[in-house]
């Protein structure tokens, strides 16, 4: 973004992330590895107290995630200092703004098993530390169970007919009670015979058989059609009586 | 059946062996048990890391995952298991009185049948095992906060870049 002085920046009200104001608005977070860009996005440096600081702008065409928080979800549950089970990592891309968000303290296990975007995924996770690429099929947690501690949060982008079986397989493994999944459902990829809403609904159901207790889900219009994600709490508390 | 008296826990940094010490079967879905199995200070009550084998290398580490993942048994955790659980087995099949709790039933079969430890993996263990896994850092002592991540990390990479077939050193450029 030119003219940086122009630019004000915020923070979102989830921490680690940050909105750019310049002539528009964008989504950003903070470049763990300034002076590069990861997939060709911009980037916007500014001044904090005489300490230039850079950001990277997140497209919500491009992340699920990212259009998912500006579709106004309650809350992500991914945070600075968070540990992530990311399935279905790709090249990269998300991930990479993810390891912004959840910085040094934070860890992200990346998770993919096609071969091509895994190479892009391992040259990424070279520059951020944070990351630990794992190229293995998500359907087999158990191949990967020793590069992984517990985590805080799963979040699940798979497409797969039995994504909700899968984010159960890892969940039993490696979420932690009262851990959060936020899982990106594209209707298409489990039904395409079926009204996306139903689709959902039979996704939801899943979750819920699998200990998950949904909390919200939205669909992801415009910056995707019928898609929908979906937050859960892993074996929630039970209220008190 | 016999009881579960031990766990096998392999992680990053080498292979961990957990002696439980309460017997009792607990209901594992009670709420009850899932507090002892998440609070550390009661969980140390339960299960404690009888030995602990760190690999010794990068390599030894990686080719240690290769053979785990697929469900195969390595020289040194046969040599490991043998030299820990060895002397229990020294009476004979009918005198082995406890179980080898182990997270996947593949290695568990191998794990039998080469060295005669009983195995077992059901819902109990894999419950106990995601008690060792959250207490981790903790169990093993001299393990410092850090290590088991940066163990994680190197092992991630050498286990991601075996697995690709591409070469990990050229990118495709990203068509925006």
């Given at each position: 973004?030119?003219?940086?002085?122009?630019?004000?920046?915020?923070?979102?009200?989830?921490?680690?992330?940050?909105?750019?104001?310049?002539n528009d608005a964008a989504l950003i977070t903070k470049n763990m590895v300034p002076g590069e860009a990861v997939y060709g996005e911009k980037r916007i440096t500014v001044e904090e107290n005489e300490v230039k600081v850079e950001y990277r702008v997140w497209n919500p065409f491009r992340s699920k995630l990212a259009a998912a928080v500006l579709g106004g979800v309650d809350n992500i549950w991914i945070k600075p200092g968070a540990k992530v089970l990311y399935l279905g990592a790709a090249s990269g891309t998300s991930v990479s703004h993810v390891a912004d968000i959840v910085g040094d303290e934070g860890t992200v296990y990346a998770v993919e098993f096609s071969h091509r975007p895994g190479r892009d995924l391992i040259n990424m996770?070279?520059?951020r530390t944070n990351v630990i690429p794992i190229i293995e099929d998500a359907r087999h947690p158990l191949?990967?169970?020793?590069?992984?501690?517990?985590?805080?949060?799963?979040?699940?982008?798979?497409?797969?007919?039995?994504?909700?079986?899968?984010?159960?397989?890892?969940?039993?493994?490696?979420?932690?009670?009262?851990?959060?999944?936020?899982?990106s459902i594209k209707a298409n990829c489990i039904d395409s015979t079926a009204a996306p809403e139903a689709?959902?609904?039979?996704?939801?159901?899943?979750?819920?058989?699998?200990?998950?207790?949904?909390?919200?889900?939205?669909?992801?219009?415009?910056?995707?059609?019928?898609?929908?994600?979906?937050?859960?709490?892993?074996?929630?508390?039970?209220?008190?009586? | 059946m016999a009881e579960v008296r031990y766990l096998l826990f392999e992680s990053a940094s080498g292979y961990a062996l957990v002696e439980r010490k309460g017997s009792?079967?607990?209901?594992?879905?009670?709420?009850?048990?899932?507090?002892?199995l998440t609070d550390f200070g009661r969980f140390?009550?339960?299960?404690?890391?009888?030995?602990?084998?760190?690999?010794?290398?990068?390599?030894?580490?990686?080719?240690?995952?290769?053979?785990?993942?697929e469900g195969l048994m390595t020289d040194e955790l046969r040599e490991f298991l043998e030299s820990n659980l060895g002397k229990?087995?020294?009476?004979?099949?009918?005198?082995?009185?406890?179980?080898?709790?182990?997270?996947?039933?593949?290695?568990?079969?191998?794990?039998?049948e080469s060295t005669g430890i009983p195995c077992v993996c059901n819902d109990l263990v894999q419950e106990l095992l995601r008690g060792v896994r959250a207490h981790f850092a903790k169990l093993v002592k001299g393990l410092r906060d850090g290590d088991a991540e940066k163990a994680q990390l190197g092992l991630g990479h050498a286990y991601s870049r075996s697995?690709?077939?591409?070469?990990?050193?050229?990118?495709?450029?990203?068509?925006i």
């Open positions: 973004m030119k003219g940086g002085k122009k630019v004000i920046i915020e923070p979102h009200r989830f921490a680690g992330i940050f909105i750019a104001r310049g996770a070279k520059k191949k990967y169970r020793m590069l992984i501690g517990m985590v805080d949060v799963i979040f699940a982008d798979v497409a797969q007919p039995d994504q909700a079986r899968i984010v159960g397989l890892n969940a039993h493994l490696f979420l932690k009670n009262e851990g959060h999944c936020v899982i689709v959902f609904a039979k996704e939801v159901k899943k979750l819920k058989d699998e200990h998950f207790k949904p909390l919200e889900q939205i669909t992801l219009e415009p910056y995707e059609r019928d898609h929908a994600v979906v937050i859960a709490q892993y074996r929630a508390a039970k209220k008190a009586k | 009792e079967e607990i209901g594992v879905q009670s709420e009850e048990a899932q507090r002892t140390s009550q339960i299960c404690s890391i009888k030995a602990f084998l760190p690999f010794t290398s990068a390599e030894n580490a990686l080719a240690n995952i290769n053979d785990i993942s229990a087995l020294k009476g004979g099949k009918e005198k082995v009185k406890f179980a080898l709790g182990v997270a996947d039933s593949k290695i568990g079969g191998t794990v039998q697995k690709v077939k591409f070469d990990v050193n050229r990118t495709d450029k990203h068509i």
